[in-house]
Structure formats: C-alpha cells, structure tokens
C-alpha cells in the first residue's frame, strides 16, 4: 500500500512492480498509453524511413489489443495501492502517466519545499 511516510520505497516498488507485469510498461508510464500503428503503405519510402499511421481497430492482433491495454493495467495496478484519501487527489486523472506524475509533484515537490524550510531554517 502507499504510504507518503514510505513514498521513496513505495515508488522503487511500484517501479519494478509495473515493469514485472509486462517489458512495454517502463514506455506507458513515462510516455502515456501506447499507439497501436503500422507502415503507411499508400505513400512511397522517399527518405528511407517508413511513415506509420494509426492501425484500424478491426486489424489489431491479440498482442496489439494487449499493448493498447497496458495503460488500464497500470491504473489498476496503481489504484489498488491508494487508500481512499489518495485516490480522491488523482480520480480525475485519465492515464497511468498522468497518475505517477500528479504523485510525484505532490510528494516529491512536498519533499523539495520541506528541504528548502529545513536549509533556511538552519540559515537563521
């Protein structure tokens, strides 16, 4: 479970936690859910690189359908480590990206502000 006292090894657990449940998990995190694409057939290679446009649904195979999910696991993975107080200040939240961003500006911001008391406390 979260806990702000404990946040530092809660984040180091949940890190490796996500990251066990599926490899593509340290992109969704860091990047948002991911975008399930394939080449773009209907315009030439002119510069050697293919371009890529969204895959229609219909045309997803199960490990796309599985990749497109990875956002839903790691907001249920993340919500079942919040009491009700916590989740309360991330409900609105509408991807796991933006859940371990909104925690990491209220605890490691919260962290930064005390340190900076503390040294100007030390100064007086």
Not at 49 to 59: F, G, L, M, S, T
Not at 71 to 88: C, E, G
Not at 100 to 106: G, H, M, R, T, Y
Request: glycine letters at 2%.
């Amino acid at each position: 479970m979260f806990s702000k006292e404990e946040y530092d090894v809660w984040k180091i657990r949940m890190q490796v936690h996500l990251a066990a449940q599926d490899d593509d998990m340290c992109f969704v995190i860091p990047n948002g859910p991911m975008s399930i694409l394939k080449v773009n057939t209907a315009i030439a290679i002119a510069d050697g690189a293919p371009q890529c446009i969204e895959k229609p649904r219909q045309e997803w195979s199960s490990e796309d359908r599985k990749k497109e999910n990875l956002d839903n696991v790691a907001k249920d993975i993340l919500y079942k480590t919040l009491d009700n107080n916590m989740f309360s200040k991330i409900q609105t939240c509408t991807t796991a990206k933006e859940i371990w961003e909104k925690l990491v500006q209220i605890f490691e911001e919260n962290e930064e502000t005390k340190e900076n008391n503390d040294c100007s406390l030390e100064k007086i």
